[in-house]
């Protein structure tokens, strides 16, 4: 059943789908910390183990065309090397569009002292993009501008990115650039319905032990792209006897988000986050959700501290 949209949400989604030039923002997480390789190439195999981490995010429920993420990731480090690798998928949908991105991910790491490591990661990606207009809830079937629309069918981009990553068991910062390549996208009529821009990440993050029984986390996010307000996403998890870990976090002028997770067993991880929107866009939803689920695959040689947090 077509549900009706607010006025503003019609105007956004007609935006997105006309000549209008827009930058395509990169996938939303309130769970950044655990899902890191998204952002930066570099992180791959850092955690030392084999680590698959599934996502799923439903943002501003209630709201019809708002954003669902998917994401499936792997990476690991190569055995006696410096060396690490991933692969990664996620699917984007908002409104009449379905976003498919396919991600390779390579690392090198370099001890420094201290226990740190610098790591340097190249990022290669291939993206499909969707465009469907009969999803739209059309109300003047005479709107020129809808009517001159084509479809978009599984249209292809490459790209490529870069990061470096400082991390020890305790603490981590890192910046990068997941998509160098500004990739323009046209319909039939050669009128620009998105705009892929980069996106600058700055992350950071470190573990304080409390007590024997209390560990806290800080974190941080920066997201700065073209067209759109720079995004910054703090949050303070704390974590109680190596399972249960609850917390908070803020994005500036957007929402706060509830996080909590548990760790099942040493190999999974689960963990689940709810947004509640700060802006006036909370009188139209109930709020975004994002759940995750993470597998550590150790052989006898992996050696890792427990938890890692991140």
């Known amino acids: 059943m077509k549900l009706f949209l607010p006025r503003y949400f019609l105007l956004f989604i007609s935006f997105l789908t006309s000549t209008v030039v827009l930058s395509q923002q990169d996938s939303q997480y309130s769970?950044?910390?655990?899902?890191?390789?998204?952002?930066?190439?570099?992180?791959?195999?850092?955690?030392?183990?084999?680590?698959?981490?599934?996502?799923?995010?439903?943002?501003?429920?209630?709201?019809?065309?708002?954003?669902?993420?998917?994401?499936?990731?792997?990476?690991?480090?190569?055995a006696n090397s410096a060396l690490g690798y991933g692969i990664s998928v996620v699917n984007d949908r908002i409104g009449v569009s379905d976003d498919n991105t396919v991600s390779a991910d390579v690392s090198y790491s370099i001890p420094l002292a201290a226990s740190y490591k610098l790591s340097f990661g190249i990022k290669a990606s291939a993206n499909w993009l969707s465009v469907d207009y009969s999803r739209m809830t059309i109300r003047d079937p005479n709107d020129i501008i809808l009517s001159q629309q084509n479809e978009i069918d599984n249209q292809f981009s490459p790209n490529v990115g870069v990061g470096v990553y400082l991390h020890?068991?305790?603490?981590?910062?890192?910046?990068?650039?997941?998509?160098?390549?500004?990739?323009?996208?046209?319909?039939?009529?050669?009128?620009?319905?998105?705009?892929?821009?980069?996106?600058?990440?700055?992350?950071?993050?470190?573990?304080?032990?409390?007590?024997?029984?209390?560990?806290?986390?800080?974190?941080?996010?920066?997201?700065?792209?073209?067209?759109?307000?720079?995004?910054i996403d703090v949050s303070a998890n704390f974590l109680f006897n190596d399972k249960f870990t609850f917390g908070a976090g803020y994005r500036f002028n957007a929402a706060v988000t509830a996080l909590v997770g548990f760790q099942v067993t040493k190999a999974w991880q689960i963990?689940?986050?709810?947004?509640?929107?700060?802006?006036?866009l909370a009188n139209y939803n109930s709020g975004s959700h994002e759940i995750f689920l993470r597998l550590e695959l150790f052989s006898k040689y992996d050696k890792i501290v427990s938890p890692r947090f991140f």
Request: net charge positive.
């Open 31 to 78: 769970q950044y910390m655990y899902n890191t390789v998204a952002v930066n190439p570099a992180y791959a195999g850092s955690r030392g183990v084999t680590s698959i981490f599934l996502m799923h995010r439903n943002q501003w429920v209630g709201l019809d065309g708002a954003p669902v993420t998917n994401v499936f990731s792997v990476n690991k480090s190569v």
């Open 271 to 280: 963990g689940y986050a709810y947004d509640a929107e700060t802006t006036r």
């Open 168 to 231: 020890s068991n305790k603490n981590y910062v890192g910046v990068s650039i997941p998509h160098f390549l500004e990739t323009k996208r046209y319909d039939d009529n050669i009128s620009s319905t998105a705009n892929d821009k980069m996106h600058f990440y700055f992350i950071a993050g470190s573990v304080f032990d409390l007590n024997s029984d209390w560990k806290f986390k800080p974190a941080l996010l920066t997201k700065l792209v073209q067209g759109a307000p720079l995004q």
